[in-house]
Protein backbone atom coordinates (compact mmCIF):
# COMPACT_ATOMS: atom_id res chain seq x y z
CA UNK A 1 0.00 0.00 0.00
CA UNK A 2 1.10 3.59 -0.95
CA UNK A 3 0.97 5.45 2.20
CA UNK A 4 1.58 8.70 0.64
CA UNK A 5 -1.51 8.20 -1.71
CA UNK A 6 -3.80 6.71 1.21
CA UNK A 7 -2.93 9.69 3.50
CA UNK A 8 -4.65 12.41 2.04
CA UNK A 9 -8.19 10.37 1.98
CA UNK A 10 -7.68 9.15 5.28
CA UNK A 11 -7.62 13.02 6.74
CA UNK A 12 -11.63 12.67 6.81
CA UNK A 13 -11.13 9.86 9.22
CA UNK A 14 -9.14 12.35 11.89
CA UNK A 15 -12.31 13.14 14.04
CA UNK A 16 -12.90 9.54 14.56
CA UNK A 17 -8.93 8.72 15.69
CA UNK A 18 -9.43 11.69 18.19
CA UNK A 19 -12.39 10.52 19.63
CA UNK A 20 -11.30 7.24 19.59
CA UNK A 21 -8.06 7.87 21.35
CA UNK A 22 -10.21 9.68 24.32
CA UNK A 23 -11.75 7.47 24.94
CA UNK A 24 -8.81 5.33 25.90
CA UNK A 25 -7.42 8.24 27.77
CA UNK A 26 -10.58 8.84 29.67
CA UNK A 27 -10.30 5.28 30.55
CA UNK A 28 -6.83 5.22 31.86
CA UNK A 29 -8.24 8.57 33.95
CA UNK A 30 -10.72 6.96 35.11
CA UNK A 31 -8.50 4.32 36.94
CA UNK A 32 -5.65 6.95 37.86
CA UNK A 33 -8.52 8.23 39.93
CA UNK A 34 -9.82 5.19 41.28
CA UNK A 35 -12.98 4.96 39.82
CA UNK A 36 -12.53 1.83 37.92
CA UNK A 37 -10.88 -0.69 40.70
CA UNK A 38 -7.35 -2.04 40.18
CA UNK A 39 -6.56 -5.32 41.75
CA UNK A 40 -3.42 -5.58 44.15
CA UNK A 41 -1.31 -8.54 44.50
CA UNK A 42 1.72 -9.37 46.90
CA UNK A 43 3.22 -10.46 44.36
CA UNK A 44 5.61 -8.53 41.97
CA UNK A 45 3.96 -8.30 38.25
CA UNK A 46 5.50 -7.32 35.26
CA UNK A 47 3.89 -6.25 32.14
CA UNK A 48 4.56 -7.24 28.77
CA UNK A 49 2.46 -4.69 26.42
CA UNK A 50 2.65 -2.52 22.98
CA UNK A 51 0.28 -0.07 21.70
CA UNK A 52 0.42 -1.49 18.30
CA UNK A 53 -2.60 -3.58 16.92
CA UNK A 54 -0.81 -6.06 15.47
CA UNK A 55 2.34 -7.98 15.98
CA UNK A 56 5.46 -6.39 18.38
CA UNK A 57 7.34 -9.30 19.19
CA UNK A 58 5.87 -9.49 22.77
CA UNK A 59 6.46 -13.26 23.09
CA UNK A 60 10.24 -13.62 22.11
CA UNK A 61 10.76 -10.55 24.80
CA UNK A 62 8.56 -12.29 27.19
CA UNK A 63 10.58 -15.65 26.78
CA UNK A 64 14.05 -13.68 27.57
CA UNK A 65 12.68 -12.26 30.61
CA UNK A 66 11.01 -15.49 32.12
CA UNK A 67 14.72 -17.30 31.88
CA UNK A 68 16.70 -14.39 33.01
CA UNK A 69 14.09 -14.23 36.35
CA UNK A 70 14.62 -18.54 36.07
CA UNK A 71 17.92 -18.15 35.99
CA UNK A 72 17.79 -16.25 39.45
CA UNK A 73 15.68 -19.35 41.00
CA UNK A 74 12.47 -17.30 40.04
CA UNK A 75 9.08 -19.60 39.83
CA UNK A 76 7.58 -17.17 37.08
CA UNK A 77 3.72 -17.32 36.28
CA UNK A 78 2.63 -15.81 32.94
CA UNK A 79 -0.89 -14.83 32.37
CA UNK A 80 -1.59 -14.86 28.94
CA UNK A 81 -4.96 -14.04 26.94
CA UNK A 82 -4.70 -17.46 25.32
CA UNK A 83 -5.97 -16.05 22.33
CA UNK A 84 -8.55 -18.38 20.15
CA UNK A 85 -7.67 -21.39 22.31
CA UNK A 86 -11.13 -22.80 23.96
CA UNK A 87 -10.23 -21.55 26.87
CA UNK A 88 -9.75 -18.24 26.32
CA UNK A 89 -13.43 -17.36 28.10
CA UNK A 90 -12.60 -19.22 30.94
CA UNK A 91 -9.61 -20.46 32.40
CA UNK A 92 -6.83 -22.72 31.98
CA UNK A 93 -2.64 -23.77 32.73
CA UNK A 94 -0.18 -25.08 31.92
CA UNK A 95 3.22 -25.98 33.67
CA UNK A 96 5.87 -26.15 32.44
CA UNK A 97 6.87 -29.65 33.32
CA UNK A 98 4.53 -31.56 31.37
CA UNK A 99 4.76 -29.72 28.60
CA UNK A 100 3.70 -31.90 25.63
CA UNK A 101 0.46 -32.93 26.92
CA UNK A 102 -1.40 -29.67 26.33
CA UNK A 103 -3.22 -28.61 23.49
CA UNK A 104 -2.74 -25.19 21.43
CA UNK A 105 -6.25 -25.84 20.12
CA UNK A 106 -7.51 -25.51 23.72
CA UNK A 107 -4.13 -23.24 25.45
CA UNK A 108 -3.28 -20.80 22.12
CA UNK A 109 0.34 -21.14 20.57
CA UNK A 110 1.75 -18.40 22.59
CA UNK A 111 0.87 -19.70 25.82
CA UNK A 112 2.65 -23.29 24.55
CA UNK A 113 5.79 -21.79 23.70
CA UNK A 114 6.42 -19.67 26.46
CA UNK A 115 5.89 -22.81 29.13
CA UNK A 116 8.11 -24.81 26.36
CA UNK A 117 10.94 -22.73 27.17
CA UNK A 118 10.56 -21.61 30.56
CA UNK A 119 11.73 -24.24 33.76
CA UNK A 120 9.26 -24.60 37.12
CA UNK A 121 7.04 -21.95 35.70
CA UNK A 122 3.66 -21.84 34.91
CA UNK A 123 1.41 -20.40 32.26
CA UNK A 124 -2.46 -19.34 33.10
CA UNK A 125 -4.66 -18.18 29.89
CA UNK A 126 -8.26 -16.75 30.21
CA UNK A 127 -9.22 -13.25 29.23
CA UNK A 128 -10.02 -12.38 33.15
CA UNK A 129 -6.21 -12.74 33.89
CA UNK A 130 -6.85 -11.04 37.78
CA UNK A 131 -9.77 -13.75 38.36
CA UNK A 132 -6.95 -16.67 36.87
CA UNK A 133 -4.57 -14.96 39.51
CA UNK A 134 -6.43 -14.65 42.07
CA UNK A 135 -7.34 -18.52 41.72
CA UNK A 136 -3.81 -20.04 40.75
CA UNK A 137 -1.87 -18.41 42.86
CA UNK A 138 -1.99 -20.44 45.97
CA UNK A 139 -1.54 -23.57 44.11
CA UNK A 140 1.34 -21.91 41.88
CA UNK A 141 2.30 -19.47 44.42
CA UNK A 142 4.93 -17.68 41.82
CA UNK A 143 7.68 -15.01 42.94
CA UNK A 144 6.70 -13.00 40.00
CA UNK A 145 3.99 -12.65 37.69
CA UNK A 146 4.39 -11.68 34.18
CA UNK A 147 1.42 -9.94 32.51
CA UNK A 148 1.50 -10.82 28.82
CA UNK A 149 -0.36 -8.17 26.70
CA UNK A 150 -0.37 -6.19 29.41
CA UNK A 151 -0.52 -2.72 28.77
CA UNK A 152 -4.43 -2.19 28.16
CA UNK A 153 -5.24 -4.74 30.94
CA UNK A 154 -5.61 -2.36 33.75
CA UNK A 155 -7.20 -4.15 36.30
CA UNK A 156 -4.10 -5.80 37.62
CA UNK A 157 -1.73 -3.79 39.41
CA UNK A 158 1.66 -4.00 38.30
CA UNK A 159 5.20 -2.96 39.56
CA UNK A 160 7.04 -2.68 35.70
CA UNK A 161 5.41 -1.50 32.74
CA UNK A 162 6.95 -2.72 29.53
CA UNK A 163 5.97 -0.95 26.11
CA UNK A 164 7.48 -2.64 23.05
CA UNK A 165 7.36 -0.96 19.47
CA UNK A 166 8.13 -2.87 15.84
CA UNK A 167 10.74 -0.64 14.54
CA UNK A 168 9.89 -1.09 11.25
CA UNK A 169 6.33 0.04 11.36
CA UNK A 170 5.74 3.67 9.45
CA UNK A 171 6.35 6.72 11.50
CA UNK A 172 3.47 7.79 9.83
CA UNK A 173 1.13 4.92 11.51
CA UNK A 174 1.27 5.91 14.83
CA UNK A 175 -1.78 6.73 15.66
CA UNK A 176 -5.18 5.44 16.99
CA UNK A 177 -7.15 3.97 14.14
CA UNK A 178 -8.54 4.75 11.53
CA UNK A 179 -5.96 6.65 10.29
CA UNK A 180 -2.96 4.64 12.16
CA UNK A 181 -2.55 1.57 13.73
CA UNK A 182 -2.12 1.98 17.51
CA UNK A 183 -4.75 0.46 19.60
CA UNK A 184 -4.20 3.74 21.65
CA UNK A 185 -2.65 7.20 21.50
CA UNK A 186 0.54 8.01 22.35
CA UNK A 187 -0.52 9.18 25.62
CA UNK A 188 -0.38 5.99 27.02
CA UNK A 189 2.92 6.09 27.25
CA UNK A 190 3.11 8.05 30.78
CA UNK A 191 2.81 4.43 32.50
CA UNK A 192 5.75 2.92 30.63
CA UNK A 193 8.66 2.05 32.96
CA UNK A 194 10.61 1.42 29.78
CA UNK A 195 10.31 1.10 25.84
CA UNK A 196 12.29 -1.35 23.60
CA UNK A 197 12.29 -1.01 19.78
CA UNK A 198 12.54 -4.61 17.97
CA UNK A 199 13.79 -5.10 14.49
CA UNK A 200 16.04 -2.22 15.15
CA UNK A 201 18.51 -3.74 12.64
CA UNK A 202 15.88 -3.38 9.64
CA UNK A 203 15.43 0.12 9.46
CA UNK A 204 17.77 2.86 8.99
CA UNK A 205 19.65 5.19 12.09
CA UNK A 206 17.42 8.17 10.32
CA UNK A 207 14.11 6.27 11.14
CA UNK A 208 15.19 5.20 14.26
CA UNK A 209 16.02 8.25 15.32
CA UNK A 210 12.68 9.72 14.60
CA UNK A 211 11.15 7.33 16.30
CA UNK A 212 12.75 7.53 19.48
CA UNK A 213 12.32 11.40 19.47
CA UNK A 214 8.41 10.79 18.78
CA UNK A 215 8.16 8.61 21.44
CA UNK A 216 9.97 10.23 24.42
CA UNK A 217 8.16 13.70 24.19
CA UNK A 218 4.96 11.39 25.54
CA UNK A 219 7.16 9.29 28.45
CA UNK A 220 8.09 10.39 31.85
CA UNK A 221 11.70 11.81 32.61
CA UNK A 222 14.82 9.03 32.47
CA UNK A 223 12.63 6.41 31.09
CA UNK A 224 14.95 4.02 29.21
CA UNK A 225 14.86 2.95 25.57
CA UNK A 226 16.56 -0.30 24.44
CA UNK A 227 16.81 -1.15 21.14
CA UNK A 228 16.54 -5.43 20.43
CA UNK A 229 16.80 -7.55 17.23
CA UNK A 230 15.46 -11.09 16.81
CA UNK A 231 18.42 -13.53 15.75
CA UNK A 232 17.99 -17.23 14.74
CA UNK A 233 19.64 -19.70 16.50
CA UNK A 234 19.49 -22.58 14.97
CA UNK A 235 16.68 -24.38 12.17
CA UNK A 236 14.47 -27.17 14.05
CA UNK A 237 12.30 -29.95 12.91
CA UNK A 238 9.07 -31.06 13.97
CA UNK A 239 10.19 -32.87 16.83
CA UNK A 240 12.43 -29.60 18.08
CA UNK A 241 15.37 -31.49 16.78
CA UNK A 242 18.28 -29.18 15.22
CA UNK A 243 18.57 -29.80 11.64
CA UNK A 244 20.42 -27.32 10.16
CA UNK A 245 22.82 -24.31 11.03
CA UNK A 246 21.10 -20.82 9.97
CA UNK A 247 24.22 -20.34 7.54
CA UNK A 248 23.26 -23.19 5.98
CA UNK A 249 19.91 -21.47 4.57
CA UNK A 250 21.81 -19.61 2.14
CA UNK A 251 20.96 -19.83 -1.53
CA UNK A 252 18.12 -22.87 -0.38
CA UNK A 253 15.02 -22.21 -1.87
CA UNK A 254 12.68 -22.12 0.06
CA UNK A 255 8.92 -22.13 1.33
CA UNK A 256 7.64 -19.32 3.68
CA UNK A 257 4.55 -20.59 5.77
CA UNK A 258 3.24 -18.81 8.44
CA UNK A 259 0.01 -17.47 10.44
CA UNK A 260 1.33 -14.78 12.49
CA UNK A 261 0.39 -10.75 12.46
CA UNK A 262 3.56 -9.47 10.43
CA UNK A 263 4.14 -11.88 8.16
CA UNK A 264 6.77 -10.51 5.98
CA UNK A 265 8.62 -10.05 8.85
CA UNK A 266 9.46 -13.89 8.32
CA UNK A 267 10.28 -13.83 4.87
CA UNK A 268 12.21 -10.82 5.21
CA UNK A 269 13.82 -13.09 7.95
CA UNK A 270 14.45 -15.69 5.55
CA UNK A 271 16.01 -13.03 2.45
CA UNK A 272 18.26 -11.61 5.44
CA UNK A 273 19.80 -15.36 6.15
CA UNK A 274 20.68 -15.91 2.19
CA UNK A 275 17.31 -18.05 1.71
CA UNK A 276 15.99 -17.70 -1.58
CA UNK A 277 11.59 -17.85 -0.82
CA UNK A 278 10.23 -18.89 -3.67
CA UNK A 279 6.67 -19.44 -2.08
CA UNK A 280 4.30 -17.95 0.47
CA UNK A 281 1.72 -18.96 2.45
CA UNK A 282 0.37 -16.46 5.04
CA UNK A 283 -2.45 -17.49 7.28
CA UNK A 284 -4.57 -15.56 9.52
CA UNK A 285 -3.13 -14.54 12.62
CA UNK A 286 -3.04 -17.19 15.20
CA UNK A 287 -4.74 -19.98 12.61
CA UNK A 288 -5.25 -23.31 13.54
CA UNK A 289 -3.81 -25.80 10.75
CA UNK A 290 -5.97 -28.72 9.20
CA UNK A 291 -4.16 -31.77 8.06
CA UNK A 292 -5.77 -31.51 4.69
CA UNK A 293 -3.15 -27.88 4.61
CA UNK A 294 -0.07 -29.61 5.74
CA UNK A 295 -0.59 -32.53 3.42
CA UNK A 296 -0.89 -29.97 0.59
CA UNK A 297 1.63 -27.92 1.52
CA UNK A 298 4.19 -30.88 2.19
CA UNK A 299 3.21 -32.00 -1.65
CA UNK A 300 3.98 -28.67 -3.14
CA UNK A 301 7.23 -28.24 -1.52
CA UNK A 302 8.16 -31.65 -2.45
CA UNK A 303 7.06 -31.38 -6.01
CA UNK A 304 8.59 -28.06 -6.12
CA UNK A 305 11.99 -28.90 -3.89
CA UNK A 306 11.12 -26.31 -1.49
CA UNK A 307 12.36 -26.34 2.46
CA UNK A 308 9.19 -25.72 4.29
CA UNK A 309 9.95 -23.23 6.71
CA UNK A 310 7.66 -21.69 9.67
CA UNK A 311 7.61 -20.44 13.11
CA UNK A 312 7.58 -21.84 16.66
CA UNK A 313 4.33 -20.46 17.11
CA UNK A 314 3.15 -22.36 14.09
CA UNK A 315 5.38 -25.43 14.86
CA UNK A 316 3.15 -26.35 18.01
CA UNK A 317 -0.18 -26.43 16.41
CA UNK A 318 1.02 -27.76 13.27
CA UNK A 319 2.46 -30.73 15.35
CA UNK A 320 -1.62 -31.99 16.27
CA UNK A 321 -1.83 -32.45 12.69
CA UNK A 322 1.31 -33.61 11.25
CA UNK A 323 4.28 -35.27 12.41
CA UNK A 324 6.35 -34.68 9.09
CA UNK A 325 9.95 -34.06 9.43
CA UNK A 326 10.11 -32.11 6.57
CA UNK A 327 8.53 -29.54 8.59
CA UNK A 328 11.01 -26.66 9.96
CA UNK A 329 10.67 -23.89 11.94
CA UNK A 330 13.31 -21.02 12.79
CA UNK A 331 14.06 -20.87 16.25
CA UNK A 332 14.37 -17.35 17.77
CA UNK A 333 16.62 -15.37 20.37
CA UNK A 334 16.38 -11.38 21.19
CA UNK A 335 20.09 -9.22 21.47
CA UNK A 336 20.37 -6.37 22.56
CA UNK A 337 22.03 -3.77 20.73
CA UNK A 338 21.28 -0.77 24.04
CA UNK A 339 19.59 -0.82 27.13
CA UNK A 340 20.05 -4.51 28.21
CA UNK A 341 21.74 -3.35 31.91
CA UNK A 342 18.62 -0.69 32.48
CA UNK A 343 16.03 -3.46 31.75
CA UNK A 344 18.00 -6.13 34.29
CA UNK A 345 18.13 -3.12 36.74
CA UNK A 346 14.23 -2.57 36.89
CA UNK A 347 13.85 -6.04 36.96
CA UNK A 348 16.14 -6.38 39.64
CA UNK A 349 14.57 -3.65 41.57
CA UNK A 350 11.22 -5.24 41.70
CA UNK A 351 12.49 -9.01 42.34
CA UNK A 352 14.34 -7.70 45.29
CA UNK A 353 10.92 -6.45 46.92
Same mark, same amino acid.
Given at each position: ??????????????? +??? @?????????? =???????????????????? !???????? !???? =? &????????????????????????????????????? +???????? *? !?????????????????? #???????????????????? @???????? @?????????????? &?????????????YLREGLTALKDADAIILGRVDLVSLEHLNKLEKMLKKY??????????????????????????????????????????????? =???????????????????????? &????????????????? *???? &???????????????????????????? #???????????????
Open positions: MNLKLVRPFLRIFYP +ISI @LWEMVYRLRR =FLYDVGYFKQNNFKVPVISI !GNLALGGT !GKTP =F &TLWLGKYLNDKNKRVMVLTRGYKGKLEKKSGIIRSKN +ILSYNPYE *Y !GDEALVICRHLKDSSVVV #GRDRSQNLRYYFEEEKPDIV @LLDDGHQH @LKVARNLNFVLFDA &TLPLEQYSAPPTGCLVDVPLAKIKYVPNSVKNIAYQNVLEVSELSGKNVMAVTGIASPNS =FTGLLESLGAVVKAEYFYPDHHFY &TSEEIEQLLSVSKKEKL *YLLT &TEKDIVKIRKVSQSLEILYIDINIVFEE #GEREIKDLVDSVVKR
